[in-house]
């Protein structure tokens, strides 16, 4: 009988610890692009996306204007998401994945902080450009 319960009580904390990991789906939306994003044309948001992912390893490719398919790929996990944008902001929805508890709404909380720094690095790299005017 005493196995037992420290069986459960193992049972309980691996699941406790397992659900700690999730949280709900964060997808980005409506996000205004910096100052100076109206000016450019949309092919050169669309690089400066593109650059801005693959700074961290995203992978985007259009999938017709104003849209890309952006996949990570880190290790054994998988996370596609789908970026809408147009020259005053932009989206990041969630589109699939592989290895990251994907339950309903919920993800493992590591997808939540690799669509953040995406998001950081689309704005910083927008404003860069912007900037320059190139």
């Given at each position: ?18 659900c ?8 980005i ?87 953040n ?18």
């Open positions: 009988m005493k196995h037992i319960k420290h069986g459960l009580w193992l049972c309980l904390l691996i699941a406790l610890i397992a700690s990991r999730l949280q709900p789906i964060e997808n939306a409506s996000e205004p692009l910096p100052a100076g994003s109206e000016q450019l044309e949309l092919e050169q948001i669309e690089a400066a996306i593109i650059r801005a992912g693959a700074k961290r390893g995203w992978i985007l490719q259009a999938e017709g204007s104003g849209k890309l398919l952006g996949t990570y790929s880190p290790r054994d996990h998988m996370a596609k998401v789908r970026v809408e944008f147009d020259r005053q902001q932009f989206s990041i929805h969630y589109a699939d994945s592989d290895n990251l508890l994907h339950e309903g709404e919920k993800i493992h909380r590591n997808y939540n902080r690799w669509v720094n995406l998001r950081h690095d689309i704005i910083a790299e927008v404003a860069a450009l912007a900037a320059t005017g190139d």
